[in-house]
Structures are given as structure tokens and as C-alpha cells.
């Protein structure tokens, strides 16, 4: 079965900073992964996927993951942090047809 | 509309009333999800529905009800709740159940029992 691990559940960095943001899976199949970011009190927003295309998935604003299956990772980074990236990220993932299963979410703080 | 709408955003009730949650997706999805989003807790699937009939029920008590009518409507029916049962309840659909496709979410519907 599949699960997600996401290492850290607060994040803090500076305006500017690298974001990195680690989630690993477990799956005894090749697995489809996510990124997703939720505001307050809003739902959660898609950032990218990863459906055994390219390794380097891009996403929006600015963030992008890579898919290593060595490490069973797939981490989440953005080179430069804006405030406005503040809010919780949760990692996702399933395999063939089964239900996406989400980690339990690292919250991102961003310091001017 | 687009997306995904929940309604309401916030519901109050007591522990011995009745309520409904409701859901309505403007995406042509085939496929519709109820998560639970407690503190510090893991997002909690509780139904989905493919095509108007249910295929996932993670053994969530039966105080909480589904319906699907229809492929572009969800509900989730409360009664007898108990306090931790208050949380945020997500709605959620995709294309497909499973596969590539992501979740598209609402902006979810507060819900606090008293």
C-alpha cells in the first residue's frame, strides 16, 4: 500500500531563501505523487504532479519537485521564498487505483 | 461557478441536530471524495463516489451519511454528532477515480458540534 512521509511538520526560512520541503513515499509499485498547498482557511490548491514523465516536475509559483526513486523522495523546492509562500504543504500519492493518500503536512513560515 | 463549491463555510450545531453539507463540482468530474481535516492530524478520506456509486468508506461512523444524486452533487449528512467530530470537511473531485488525475478541493465547510 502506499504512504507518504513528509519529514518536518514547521518549516521556517527567510524572504529570499531556498524552500525545501521533503516528502518521501512507499510504494511497492511506481507511484503517482502530488504537491499541494493550502491557505487559511482555504482548500487545497494543486501545485504539480508527478505521473512518471520527466523526474523534474514543474509547478506554480515558482516550485518545482524531483522524483528519485533511489530515494523514494520527492522533495519540494523553490530557490527563492516570498511571504506570500507562507502556508501548509501537503504531499500526496497513490498507486494505479487506489486512493490518494496524503502526509500530514509541513507548515511554511517565511521571515522579512 | 467554477470548481468546486462548498456550502456553507461554517455550521454550528448541536450534538442532537440535524445537518447536511453540500457539495457541487462544475468540473464534469466523474468522481467525488469527503475528507476530514482535523488539527494536527492527517487528512482523513472518509467516502468517494465514482459515477454515482460509493467505492471507498473508511470505516467513519454512521452519524456521518453520503448521497450522491448526481455526478455534479455530494452531501454529507450529519447527525448525533459528538464534539470531536468538529474539524474542517473537505470536498473533493477528480476526472477519474485513481489513476493520474489530481483532486481538485473546495474551500471546505467549518463545521463545530457544541
Known amino acids: 500500500a502506499q504512504s507518504v512521509t513528509q519529514l518536518g511538520s514547521h518549516v521556517s526560512v527567510s524572504e529570499g531563501a531556498l524552500v525545501l520541503l521533503r516528502c518521501n513515499y512507499s510504494?511497492?509499485?511506481?507511484?503517482?505523487l502530488f504537491w499541494y498547498v493550502q491557505y487559511p482557511n482555504q482548500g487545497l490548491q494543486l501545485l504539480l504532479k508527478?505521473?512518471?514523465?520527466?523526474?523534474l516536475v514543474k509547478g506554480i509559483n515558482g516550485f518545482e519537485a524531483e522524483f528519485k526513486k533511489s530515494e523514494t523522495s520527492f522533495h519540494l523546492t523553490k530557490p527563492s521564498a516570498h511571504m506570500s509562500d507562507a502556508a501548509e504543504y501537503f504531499c500526496a500519492g497513490r498507486s494505479g487505483n487506489t486512493p490518494l493518500v496524503f502526509g500530514k503536512g509541513t507548515r511554511l513560515s517565511v521571515i522579512a | 461557478e467554477t470548481g468546486v463549491t462548498q456550502t456553507p463555510r461554517h455550521l454550528v450545531m448541536g450534538m442532537t441536530n440535524k445537518k447536511s453539507l453540500k457539495c457541487e463540482q462544475h468540473l464534469g468530474h466523474n468522481a467525488m471524495y469527503w475528507y476530514k481535516q482535523s488539527a494536527k492530524k492527517p487528512l482523513e478520506l472518509m467516502f468517494v463516489y465514482s459515477l454515482e456509486e460509493r467505492v471507498e468508506n473508511n470505516s467513519v461512523p454512521s452519524r456521518f451519511s453520503p448521497e450522491c444524486p448526481n455526478s455534479s452533487h455530494l452531501f454529507l449528512h450529519l447527525h448525533t454528532l459528538q464534539p470531536e467530530d468538529s474539524a474542517l470537511y473537505l470536498c473533493?473531485?477528480?476526472?477519474?477515480?485513481?489513476?493520474?488525475?489530481?483532486?481538485?478541493f473546495g474551500e471546505g465547510s467549518r463545521l463545530t458540534v457544541l
Open positions: 510504494s511497492s509499485v511506481p507511484p503517482y
Open positions: 508527478y505521473t512518471s514523465a520527466a523526474t
Open positions: 473533493a473531485s477528480s476526472q477519474e477515480f485513481g489513476g493520474t488525475g489530481e483532486l481538485f
